[in-house]
């Protein structure tokens, strides 16, 4: 996983910017957008910042069972108590979200979700955000124009410049979605504990406590066109 550590709230306010004016016109016509607005503003303070503290201890976690597949117990141990302190650090970064696993994706796409809709636990927990990458809509037909200039946007996301990506989505007429990966983070803090635990004595189950960290991770998607869209058109009614 890259770390990106960048504001998705910064990302949907300059691809709003940047949105052309048709699309304005077109949104200003939707009867709902007061509605729509407040449920982006919600999905823009749940997702907003990615813990780098949280990718850093998932990405030890992972070394740490392969450590222990290659028999590095030493070097397992090591990895597994950096990625306790991580986590402990992440718990502080206010990143974390509040959601039902229900609400989030198994996997990165929204035709998964939609087959999969009601599983998992309906109560709410806190979510650490791990990771998160821009992805081509699933409406859109794949073309290697279109999948270069996501490709494109997700390089300036990870050097920090949101405008310049926003801005390659626009000139590119690209409908993208946001995908954020993350994990339950008190879930994952006692796996990583229990990890720690049987290390000493029992690497299997050690081995078997991370790899139900990693199975933990779940997705949630926005909109970053559609969202922009909505928004513009607000800023145009409200004139």
């Given at each position: 996983m890259k770390k990106t550590g960048m504001l998705l709230g910064a990302l949907l306010a300059a691809t709003t910017a940047v949105a052309p004016a048709w699309a304005q016109q077109q949104a200003a016509s939707t009867a709902a957008v007061p509605a729509t607005n407040a449920a982006t503003a919600a999905a823009t303070q749940d997702f907003g910042r990615l813990s780098d503290d949280g990718n850093t201890a998932f990405e030890e976690l992972m070394l740490a069972r392969r450590a222990i597949f290659d028999g590095d117990l030493k070097g397992a141990k090591?990895?597994?108590?950096?990625?306790?302190?991580?986590?402990?650090?992440?718990?502080?970064?206010?990143?974390?979200?509040?959601?039902?696993e229900a609400e989030l994706m198994p996997v990165k796409t929204k035709q998964a979700q939609t087959a999969k809709k009601g599983t998992g636990s309906t109560t709410p927990v806190a979510w650490l955000p791990i990771d998160g990458e821009l992805v081509l809509d699933e409406t859109v037909e794949p073309t290697t124009e279109k999948s270069a200039a996501v490709a494109a946007a997700n390089r300036h996301l990870r050097a920090g410049d949101p405008d310049r990506a926003s801005e390659v989505l626009k000139v590119s007429g690209v409908d993208a979605d946001y995908v954020i990966a993350a994990v339950p983070l008190e879930q994952t803090r006692q796996d990583v504990n229990h990890a720690a635990e049987f290390i000493k004595n029992d690497p299997?189950?050690?081995?078997?406590?991370?790899?139900?960290?990693?199975?933990?991770v779940r997705y949630a998607s926005?909109?970053?066109?559609?969202?922009?869209?909505q928004q513009a058109a607000s800023g145009n009614t409200s004139k």
């Open positions: 090591t990895l597994i108590t950096s990625a306790q302190q991580a986590l402990d650090r992440a718990r502080a970064d206010n990143t974390a979200f509040q959601k039902a299997y189950k050690a081995s078997e406590a991370l790899r139900d960290a990693e199975n933990s926005v909109d970053i066109q559609a969202v922009s869209h």
